[in-house]
């Protein structure tokens, strides 16, 4: 048993408002400089839609993650062969139209502008070329545009639904949508880390974050094409990858990312999972419907003896460990069994969980009434507007079990909880609901609180990083801000 620890990180769905406030505290912190006008380390995403870059759960054409041939894993975008063959032209990379164009405004207009009949206007202009621009895209074009039938038809998450499913979320009286906000997973399995043939990106050994050595990225761009989540960036100004660091100054000094901390719905959870790494090849080479489950598997009990000598052996820090006991994570992803890793299926073994959304009930409008399609006061969740496939696409690599677990244990939460608070439910018919998701009560109070009722404390357990002879341990992680974090005191150049 080799024992690792990880960061990982929960979103809970449901509680995601769409307000954008995580994206702007990292935009601000971390991608100001130039030749990152268009990243966004951290976005948001509106489901069903096509996301940022536009289709990047499209496989087909960008050929990210990892595949099983032959009984062997391999990357899809990456080979010997393919290195060569791609060395100044990689055909699977996205392109600024697959992102967006980026642009500013001309606000200087609004002071200059001759006198007139009209109010003068900010003109958009390209931060590329620097002339006057058309605006066609953005990092959340299809913000709140669910049912639009340009965005959300092309939805890759839609494959397998019938036609009357896809009519369910397309028609203007029945749209449904939700938010899926999106980082860098950190994943186990790092697709980015194995492509790169300067070996500039690198898993920290004692906390898993995924980062980029700019003194050694030589600008193949393999990361960006071998990331199946399109979570790694091209700085064509410096010449280097760029990616998500987890706010790592901030971790190492105790304070959570920063866009958990700004998360207005509170709907961020971080803590440290304590997994066997040894597992990691045999379970990434699993059957696409075992892998929510192996995964699930590879997180191991940090109460256990065993494991925490284990751990320790393998230079796990005892306050690691006691973090780990304590993670929120743990509780999702492990005992809950409630937050589920987005596209399993590319094998990367993601480390962020989500919480699926309990999407409302269908209805139909009849001579100006609208009629629910349940009696009951929670409907059920076959019943949703979001039909439990694209669910399972997004969620369970294509099989619905698991997601329908993890909703299911909250519909019953919320009919216990209505019980206690409210009393127009029977106790009798909530304990049976719980008893019926694999629930009880103990759990269902604990998922209440840690869901509705939790602190910064609950919300974050950050272990300590014992990095105390580490440069930016020493600093304030303010003094990074414009930076790229990596440990760089001065911003990086082209041709370090």
């Not at 938010?179 to 898993?203: D, M, Q, T, W």
């Not at 940090?302 to 006691?322: E, M, Q, R, T, Y």
């Not at 304590?326 to 992803?333: A, E, K, T």
Request: aromatic share 10%; with cysteine; glycine share 6%.
């Amino acid at each position: 048993m080799n024992v690792r620890s990880q960061i990982s990180m929960v979103f809970h769905l449901d509680k995601c408002i769409g307000c954008h406030t995580c994206s702007i505290a990292c935009k601000n912190i971390w991608t100001d400089r130039k030749g990152t006008e268009y990243m966004w380390w951290n976005n948001v995403e509106t489901k069903p839609g096509t996301g940022y870059p536009t289709a990047w759960e499209d496989q087909e054409q960008f050929n990210g993650g990892w595949e099983v041939v032959d009984g062997t894993l391999r990357l899809r975008s990456q080979s010997k062969a393919k290195s060569v063959a791609n060395i100044f032209h990689h055909p699977n990379l996205p392109t600024m139209d697959d992102y967006y164009h980026p642009w500013t405004y001309d606000y200087q207009h609004l002071f200059t502008a001759p006198e007139g009949p009209d109010q003068p206007t900010a003109r958009p202009i390209s931060m590329v070329t620097g002339e006057p621009c058309e605006i066609e895209s953005g990092p959340n074009w299809d913000d709140d545009l669910g049912g639009s039938p340009i965005y959300a038809e092309h939805d890759r998450n839609l494959d397998g639904l019938t036609e009357e499913q896809r009519q369910q979320l397309f028609a203007v009286e029945r749209l449904v949508f939700f938010y899926f906000p999106r980082i860098c997973n950190h994943c186990l399995n790092p697709a980015c880390v194995a492509a790169c043939p300067s070996g500039a990106l690198y898993k920290r050994g004692e906390d898993g974050i995924v980062l980029v050595d700019q003194t050694r990225c030589r600008a193949w761009r393999a990361c960006i094409a071998a990331c199946p989540y399109k979570k790694v960036f091209f700085n064509w100004s410096t010449g280097k990858s760029e990616k998500c660091i987890l706010c790592f100054p901030r971790l190492e000094t105790g304070q959570a990312p920063a866009c958990f901390h700004s998360c207005v719905g509170r709907i961020r959870y971080l803590g440290v999972l304590l997994y066997d790494a040894d597992r990691i090849e045999a379970t990434a080479s699993l059957p696409a419907e075992e892998l929510v489950g192996a995964q699930r598997d590879m997180v191991l009990d940090p109460f256990d003896p065993k494991v925490i000598d284990a751990a320790i052996a393998n230079g796990v820090h005892p306050s690691v460990v006691d973090a780990a006991q304590r993670s929120p994570v743990y509780q999702f992803v492990k005992v809950w069994k409630i937050a589920l890793p987005p596209h399993i299926e590319y094998r990367t073994l993601p480390m962020l969980f989500y919480v699926p959304p309990m999407a409302p009930v269908m209805a139909n409008r009849n001579d100006g009434v609208t009629n629910s399609s349940t009696e009951e006061l929670f409907h059920d969740i076959e019943s949703a507007r979001v039909p439990m496939k694209f669910l399972a696409n997004l969620f369970g690599a294509g099989h619905e079990g698991k997601v329908r677990y993890a909703l299911r244990k909250q519909k019953a939460v919320r009919w216990y909880r209505r019980a206690v608070t409210v009393g127009d439910v029977d106790m009798a018919t909530a304990e049976r609901m719980l008893r019926e998701a694999d629930c009880d009560v103990a759990q269902a109070e604990a998922i209440y609180r840690l869901t509705s009722l939790c602190t910064f404390d609950d919300r974050f357990v950050i272990p300590p990083m014992h990095r105390e002879e580490a440069l930016q341990m020493l600093e304030d992680p303010m003094e990074h801000k414009g930076s790229v974090g990596f440990g760089f005191t001065a911003p990086p150049q082209r041709g370090l």
